[in-house]
């Protein structure tokens, strides 16, 4: 969510080993700079280097910040899918929503807003579905009331 974006760089600055180098909201891509030789990051592969940070914004967001490998699929082949859901009043449902729709696999990336009530899946095809994103969701109680 484009609101989320100053929250997204607060919890940054909680970070000093992290610096931020650029933030695109459309593409939900940042790069960032860090000192390989910090014993947060020491001896870490890259894929490794991801998922120390996302702990990390994980637990000074309480949850609701983290991030992701950039996808190696390019995005001129990912399929958007517009979901208007039920029930999508506040910013921990948003936050659920988001949750259920980033963990499917083939999911690029995704967006919920509560002010929107409505949430956009970026996917690729060649992995998922249209019909196991809505089915997906259905299992973790998400009320999809239409699509575009």
Known sequence: MRDRVDAFRAVLQQVPEVRLLELDFETAQARFAYDPEHDLF????PGQLIDRCH?????????????RAVSSVPREQWKRLDLQIAGLDCMACSHAAYDALIRIE???????????GKATVWYNAAVTNQELIVMTLKQRQVVVTGME
């Open 42 to 45: 020491r001896g870490l592969q």
């Open 55 to 67: 702990n990390r914004l994980q637990q000074l967001s309480r949850s609701t910040l983290g991030m």
């Open 106 to 116: 083939g999911v690029e990336q995704a967006t919920a807003s509560f002010r929107d």
